[in-house]
């Protein structure tokens, strides 16, 4: 408890949190659960922890390139990872398999593994697996993705948040050391 400063801003309530309980619906009010402040129930005693939630994001390559994927809704310039939330009994690596073949149609095979990286911003912790796509055509999740670009691994910039520094440290272990692109707006 010795960094309470910190811990006490990383779990201030926000727009996201619940309001109500889950499970009785009474309303949520600030206490001291585990050492900091957090949302709990004073009828029975649920607390909102809010711990956060595990994402895989793959770094996909082919033929010397990356690919970058458009999510659907997001600003025009805002390429990123395949990337996804963890399943019940999945294992990170496998998580990165199926976003994959999920996000891109094809089957990947895993290249190794990068490292973890806290966002705090959307309140996750990401895992990043760099992976091998197999040959073919890639077919997008129409629901979720509208357009992709194979990247060359030299004209690669990554972002300050987000995946972005797993790409970083992926992009250093290949020589390549280039600066986080401003995208002027958080990427996640
Ligand atoms: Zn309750």
């Excluded at 408890?1 to 009474?26: E, H, I, K, V």
């Excluded at 994001?57 to 997001?74: D, K, Q, S, T």
């Excluded at 990947?108 to 697996?129: K, S, W």
């Excluded at 760099?130 to 509208?146: K, Q, R, Y």
Aim: include cysteine; hydrophobic fraction near 35%; charged fraction near 25%.
């Amino acid at each position: 408890m010795a960094n309470l400063s910190r811990s006490d801003r990383r779990t201030a309530p926000s727009q996201g949190d619940f309001q109500y309980c889950p499970r009785c619906r009474t309303e949520l009010a600030l206490g001291v659960h585990g050492g900091r402040e957090r949302l709990g129930c004073p009828k029975c005693g649920f607390v909102h922890w809010r711990n956060p939630v595990p994402v895989v994001g793959a770094i996909v390559e082919r033929a010397g390139r990356v690919v970058l994927v458009h999510g659907v809704g997001r600003p025009p310039h805002w390429y990123g990872l395949v990337a996804g939330f963890l399943e019940t009994a999945e294992t990170p690596e496998e998580c990165a398999l199926r976003e994959v073949k999920e996000e891109l149609g094809l089957d990947a095979t895993t290249g190794g593994f990068i490292g973890i990286y806290p966002f705090e911003r959307l309140n996750q912790i990401i895992f990043i697996y760099h992976v091998l796509l197999s040959a073919g055509e890639i077919t997008l999740a129409a629901d979720e993705l509208d357009d992709y670009k194979e990247m060359p691994i030299e004209r690669i910039k990554p972002w300050p948040q987000g995946t972005g520094p797993g790409l970083r440290d992926w992009l250093a272990t290949r020589g390549f050391h280039p600066q986080f692109a401003d995208f002027g707006t958080p990427q996640d």
